[in-house]
Every structure is written in C-alpha cells, then in structure tokens.
RNA sequence: GCGUCGGUGGCGGAGUGGUCAAUCGCGGAUGGCUGUAACCCAUCUGACUUAGGUCUACGUAGGUUCGAAUCCUACCCGGCGCA
C-alpha cells in the first residue's frame, strides 16, 4: 500500500461538527498530518516561497500540476530528475492534479469573469449558449479559437490549445495518468471533467457520468502501470451543485478502488455546503478526502468541520502577490492607502515564522513599489496564516473544542 | 541679440479648426482574485453636480472664426544653433 491513513480523533457527538476528523496520513516521503493545508506549486515552485521557508512555515505537502508541468519543461524532465519532490528540492509528500481543472478555466470559463467560485446568483446558460460552447463530440481544430476557448471536451478526452504558443495538444484519463507517472507525485488525481455552476442540470450529468467513465479509465491506466505502486490516485467527485447528482457520484467513485477522495467542481458560495455534505456520506469513513482547490479560512473550517482532511488553494500566495493579506480580523489590502504609516505587525495576533518582523507601513510600501519581496513577505505570510488555522482546527479535534474554535474563529473574521 | 524648435491634465507624451474635459502610457485611488493563461484583471483619476449636465481648462494677453488646444499677433519661458 502506497498510502495508509488513520483517523486519531473525531468531532464531538450531535454536534454540527460530528462528521469533522484528525488523522496520519503516511506516504513513502513523509507523514501528513490532518486536516492540512496543502500550498499549490503549479509548475513545481510556489510561487515566491522557498521549500525551507514553506517547512518553517508548517507546510507538510505541495500540489503541482499536470497540465502545467507537460507543457513546461515536459514531464520527462522532472522525471529524469528523479520526480518532482526531486526536481523542485521539496523532500516532504507531494501531489499532482489531473489538467481536469483546465478543462474548466481554459474552457468553459475561459475569458469569463467566473471562476473556481461564481458570485451571486448562478444561471443556467440558454440552449442557444450552449450549441455555441466548447460541448462538440468531434473536435474541430478552429472551433477553440472560434469561441474563444483553450479546451474543448469530448467523450474521450480534452483538446487544448496551449496558452504558450497556440500548439494542439490532447489529454485523454490514459495520458494525464501517465503524465503524472513521469510526475512521480505520492498522490495524484484522476482526470475529470470541472464544469462551470452556469451549467445546466443536464449538462452536469453528462459531465458527470464522463467524469465517472474517465475515473475508471484513470485507475484502470494506474493499476496497469506496476512501476508507478508507490504513488495513491484519488477519484474525483463531482455533480455540480446539485446534491442528488454530488450524492451519485460520491457514490459511483467511492465504488471504485481509489485510494483517496476529491471533490471538485465550481461552486457558488451558497451551495458548497450542501455539495460537500451530499458527497461525504457517501464516501467511505477509512479514505482521505480532499477538497480541491478550497480555499477561503472559513471555507476551510467549513471544510474540515464536514469531515474534509485535504485543502488546496491558490489564494493565499495570489492573494498575497496582489497585496492582500489575511488576519484574525479578516483580509485586509495592504496596497491601500491608510496603511501607508500602520507600522503594527502584518497580524499583531499570530506569529508567522520569517515575517514576524514586518510591519504593514513596509510591506504595503514594497507592494506599492512592486519589490518582489512584497510578494514573498505576503504570500508567506498568508500561508503561515492558513497552515496555523488548519493546524489550529487539528489540534482542536484532538481537544475536543473545534466546535468552540471554528466559532471563535467566524466571531473575528470578516 | 539673431535664427530655429517647442511650451497640453501629478509626470511622460498624442492631438494640430468642430465628433476634445482632450487617445495612450506612467503615477494615484478603489475593487476583484478559492484544483494559478494571474508580479494579473476591472473601474475611477480637472471642479461642481438634483449624475442629466454645468463651469473652468492645452504658457500669458489679444485677435480671426458660427466655432480655437489647434490659425494670426505680441509677450513670457525653455532646448538647440550662430554671434
């Protein structure tokens, strides 16, 4: 087994957090502790920070990504260099996601303002939108540029246009497992299919049921590959926000011999929760799951409180290259005005290891005058702002008091 | 002193008779960002405003014209060249 995972504590009875748990998860590079925040490094660097400060800051694992990494510098390099713990000197767990993400935010969502998490309202496209996007069953070459989109679905995989030089290039479950073979990540993702909230029901189960198919496929690539047993391939749920369809696939992959949970999709706001909570009973309890690309501090605790064990999220080092930095008391833009002469610490409530010193008047002037060190003081501050809340949470699951945590929490931030 | 080129909003710099409160860039203000096409993107940036407009503005003062940042005259200031 390439992976083991054992659940240390657990929510207290009858309360809203009855579902929350702490557990190990061990790897062949190391031991995770959770819940856990993992810190993205997209093209195997997170961006602004170093490896020992990302340890000094409490980071126990990173995520890279597939899509990225096999367009630059190829999954063979970071395979020649022994993998990409190796290739990026990050000795602790690692993990890969699938290019599934972009499927979304190159396709469907390419150019709109939605994103991982629509504002307000969500509405269904109209049928006429629809025969226009990116949904064809045989690919046509200009029908990308046409529409103005990077990726275009069908049934078999995904076609996309590089974001670099324009080149075609096709990423089917079979690849993107392979890919991430040569990755060479502990954990990675199947392949799916992220849709947009402003999908129509319809359309979510189709993807859905692809995204289910390709599941299959992607374990199936896994299992076939004997030299790739030290690496865990997690099944990716999905269904949109609907909870009949989030409850069906929950379902239909925790059938599947995975050996770790994702839940992924586009949400809006509103209908996390209910999404999370009609996949998680689904799931089996010995598994971990992970929750991609969330997020938020409150989305977190949320998380966790729903019996999540994994998060990532790209917010706090873009966040903090955009000169916004988390606090006790809620996110605050440094770049504003008013904190020209605040010369009190980035947070005065917590301590962030390698940013302590700082004050807000320095670095919202760094931000101001785009020294990149603004970027890093920011980014690392914001990590070491999550990885101590979740760290926090943890230790408050093995108190017994994550319930009074998460609430003390929610009562400051805002 | 003569000649010549030029003086435009915080800065740089377009515009060279009406569509100009004046393109664009920088600077400034604010907002956005949740499996990273992201050191990015959006809005605003003369004053007043009942948000439709009103007023004052393209070195200064006059003038031509229905109409001038744009044409003419004088002056002031700056660069360059010649004395």
């Known amino acids: 087994m390439a992976l083991t995972f054992s659940i240390l504590a657990r929510g207290k009875e009858n309360s809203l957090s009855k579902n929350a748990r702490a557990g190990v998860l061990t790897t062949k590079h190391g031991t995770i502790h959770t819940p856990a925040f993992v810190p993205v490094g997209t093209k195997a660097g997170v961006k602004g920070v170093l490896p020992e400060q990302l340890v000094n800051l409490g980071a126990q694992v990173v995520l890279a990504n597939t899509y990225h990494l096999y367009l630059q510098p190829g999954e063979e390099v970071v395979k020649q260099a022994g993998g990409l713990g190796s290739f990026m000197d990050w000795k602790g767990p690692t993990m890969t996601d699938s290019g599934g993400f972009q499927v979304f935010s190159l396709g469907a969502a390419f150019g709109k303002t939605i994103t991982k998490i629509a504002k307000g309202e969500v509405i269904a ?126 379902r239909e992959i925790a059938s599947m011999e995975f050996d770790g949970f994702g839940i992924g999709g586009s949400f809006s706001k509103e209908d996390m929760q209910g999404a999370l909570q009609a996949a998680i009973t689904e799931l089996p309890e010995d598994k971990p799951r992970h929750f991609l690309g969330i997020g938020e501090p409150g989305d977190i605790l949320n998380g966790i409180a729903e019996g999540m064990d994994l998060f990532d999220c790209v917010a706090a080092t873009r966040l903090g290259r955009h000169g916004t930095i988390y606090t006790k008391q809620g996110p605050i833009n440094l770049t504003n005005e008013k904190f020209t002469y605040d010369f009190a610490p980035l947070d005065p409530h917590i301590v962030v290891p390698g940013t302590e010193g700082f004050t807000r008047a320095y670095v919202s002037h760094l931000l101001k005058s785009k020294e990149i060190l603004g970027q890093v003081i920011a980014s690392m501050h914001n990590l070491g702002f999550i990885i101590q809340l979740v760290d926090g949470a943890r230790e408050a699951l093995m108190q017994g008091t994550f319930e009074q945590y998460r609430s003390d929490f929610f009562a400051s931030y805002y």
């Open 125 to 250: 496209r109209t049928e006429e939108e629809i025969a226009q996007a990116q949904h064809v069953s045989v690919y046509d070459e200009d029908v990308a540029t046409q529409h103005g989109q990077l990726a275009i679905v069908d049934d078999e995989g995904v076609t996309f246009t590089s974001h670099h030089d324009g080149s075609l290039h096709r990423f089917t479950p079979e690849r993107s497992v392979e890919i991430q073979h040569a990755l060479g990540a502990d954990m990675f993702f199947a392949f799916d299919e992220c849709t947009s909230p402003t999908e129509p029901y319809e359309y979510q189960k189709e993807a859905m049921d692809r995204t289910h198919r390709w599941a299959l496929r992607s374990l199936k690539a896994h299992r076939q590959n004997l030299s790739a047993k030290d690496q865990s391939i997690f099944g990716i749920v999905q269904g949109g926000r609907h909870e009949d369809l989030r409850k069906e696939s929950a």
